[in-house]
Structures are given as structure tokens and as C-alpha cells.
């Protein structure tokens, strides 16, 4: 697992594959390329290996049999370099022995990153509101004992946007301190419907305090 920093919140994403520079992780939702961002892998020794890395490339999700993500490349100090390099290291020598470190059927990312935003929705005539959206679902705030599995059509609303008709599917129940509610996935999805909800997240995901670095900068190492 490896925490990135984005929007001033944690983001948890998968590596793909670890480097003693750097590594690649997997998300939909990909920085721009040159992009400096700051890192972190908690180690299976416990030490917690942070830096900040420059996106050193980029693939977009639906690049044919490709794993969407970034490769990134340490820039500047590594806290607990020893750590990372020692793992590095031991995994180099698992494969020179043959013994796989991780299946291709792994979980490659969460279907999506989800962006914290406040709409209002009404799902089957009773009228809630959203904790986070995402591409290809959301969580909305509720009482409701909907059961998982469950179909339902919903409306969404926002400000300055035409209402968006789509119809989703219960995936989990979610019973958090501060969050009770259901996590529901898109279906059916036309392409006109996602485009409509693109726009919503378009401003949200925007990188506006985004950090660039020359991919020549002395602190990439």
C-alpha cells in the first residue's frame, strides 16, 4: 500500500512494482506528468518510508491490457531510505529464487479515487445527500437498511448543472464513526450521463496548487 498526498488528503493506492528509486502505483485517476507529490509506504517491518517524487509517467486508464497508474521517481531525501532499500533488496532476491511476491489476480486499485463532494440526491423518492463521488460510484449518507444487491434509480442535483438520471446498485453497507450510509456503483452508465458527471468532478480534481520540477532537477536521484 503507498499514502499519497493529494488535495491536502490521503489518498491509499497499490504499487504495481517497487524500484530503489521509486515505484508504480496504480490509479485511475493519474497527477500530471512532472508533477511532484508527496509519498509514503509503510514497510513490513513497520518503518514508514516517506519522500517526495516526481511523476515520471503516466498511464491513463483504458490503455488496452495496461494497469492504469504513475511511475514515480524520489526527489529530494528519503525518510527510512535503509527500510526501502533493504525491501527492495529482499524482494530482488525472491524473484531471482522464483518465489512470487504477488499473484496478477491481486486487487489493482480501488475502482476509483473518490472525491469528497456534497450533492444532493434522491434515490427511490427519498431525498439524501453525498459524503464522496467518484467515476464509478459514490456514498451517500443514510438510515436506510437498503440491502446489498439492491437496484434503484437516482437523481442528482447540483448547483449551475442540469439534474442526472442513473440508476445504481448497492455495493456495501457503511458503518463509520462519523458516517453511516450505503456505498452504491454506477450501472448502465451512457457516455452522455458520465460526461454530465465528469463535469462535477472536473473542478474538484483540478490541480490548481499542483508543484512541477524539471525532470533534470539535481534532487531526483
Request: aromatic residues 6%; proline residues 6%.
Given at each position: 500500500?503507498?499514502?499519497?498526498?493529494?488535495?491536502?488528503?490521503?489518498?491509499?493506492?497499490?504499487?504495481?512494482?517497487?524500484?530503489?528509486r521509486?515505484?508504480?502505483?496504480?490509479?485511475?485517476?493519474?497527477?500530471?506528468?512532472?508533477?511532484?507529490?508527496?509519498?509514503a509506504f509503510?514497510?513490513?517491518?513497520?518503518?514508514?518510508?516517506?519522500?517526495?517524487?516526481?511523476?515520471?509517467?503516466?498511464?491513463?486508464?483504458?490503455?488496452?491490457?495496461?494497469?492504469?497508474?504513475?511511475?514515480?521517481?524520489?526527489?529530494?531525501?528519503v525518510?527510512?531510505?535503509?527500510?526501502?532499500?533493504?525491501?527492495?533488496?529482499?524482494?530482488?532476491?525472491?524473484?531471482?529464487?522464483?518465489?512470487?511476491?504477488?499473484?496478477?489476480?491481486?486487487?489493482?486499485?480501488?475502482?476509483?479515487?473518490?472525491?469528497?463532494?456534497?450533492?444532493?440526491?434522491?434515490?427511490?423518492?427519498?431525498?439524501?445527500?453525498?459524503?464522496?463521488?467518484?467515476?464509478?460510484?459514490?456514498?451517500?449518507?443514510?438510515?436506510?437498511?437498503?440491502?446489498?444487491?439492491?437496484?434503484?434509480?437516482?437523481?442528482?442535483?447540483?448547483?449551475?448543472?442540469?439534474?442526472?438520471?442513473?440508476?445504481?446498485?448497492?455495493?456495501?453497507?457503511?458503518?463509520?464513526?462519523?458516517?453511516?450510509?450505503?456505498?452504491?456503483?454506477?450501472?448502465?452508465?451512457?457516455?452522455?450521463?458520465?460526461?454530465s458527471?465528469?463535469?462535477?468532478?472536473?473542478?474538484?480534481?483540478?490541480?490548481?496548487?499542483?508543484?512541477?520540477?524539471?525532470?533534470?532537477?539535481?534532487?531526483?536521484?
Amino acid at each position: 500500500m503507498a499514502r499519497v498526498v493529494r488535495r491536502g488528503a490521503n489518498v491509499e493506492l497499490m504499487t504495481n512494482d517497487v524500484s530503489f528509486r521509486g515505484a508504480f502505483l496504480r490509479t485511475d485517476a493519474p497527477p500530471a506528468l512532472r508533477q511532484l507529490v508527496k509519498v509514503a509506504f509503510l514497510m513490513p517491518g513497520g518503518e514508514l518510508v516517506s519522500a517526495h517524487a516526481m511523476v515520471v509517467h503516466v498511464v491513463p486508464p483504458g490503455t488496452g491490457q495496461a494497469v492504469p497508474g504513475i511511475g514515480v521517481q524520489f526527489w529530494g531525501p528519503v525518510q527510512e531510505s535503509k527500510a526501502w532499500e533493504k525491501y527492495v533488496y529482499e524482494l530482488k532476491v525472491r524473484e531471482r529464487a522464483g518465489i512470487a511476491s504477488s499473484r496478477a489476480t491481486d486487487k489493482v486499485r480501488r475502482s476509483s479515487e473518490r472525491f469528497k463532494l456534497a450533492l444532493e440526491v434522491i434515490v427511490d423518492g427519498r431525498r439524501l445527500s453525498t459524503r464522496d463521488v467518484s467515476e464509478t460510484g459514490m456514498a451517500i449518507r443514510s438510515e436506510s437498511a437498503m440491502p446489498v444487491g439492491t437496484r434503484a434509480h437516482m437523481q442528482v442535483h447540483a448547483n449551475g448543472h442540469p439534474s442526472i438520471a442513473l440508476d445504481v446498485i448497492v455495493r456495501r453497507r457503511i458503518e463509520e464513526p462519523d458516517f453511516k450510509g450505503l456505498g452504491v456503483e454506477f450501472v448502465d452508465l451512457k457516455p452522455e450521463t458520465h460526461a454530465s458527471l465528469m463535469a462535477l468532478l472536473k473542478p474538484i480534481a483540478a490541480e490548481a496548487d499542483a508543484i512541477f520540477i524539471d525532470s533534470d532537477d539535481p534532487g531526483l536521484h
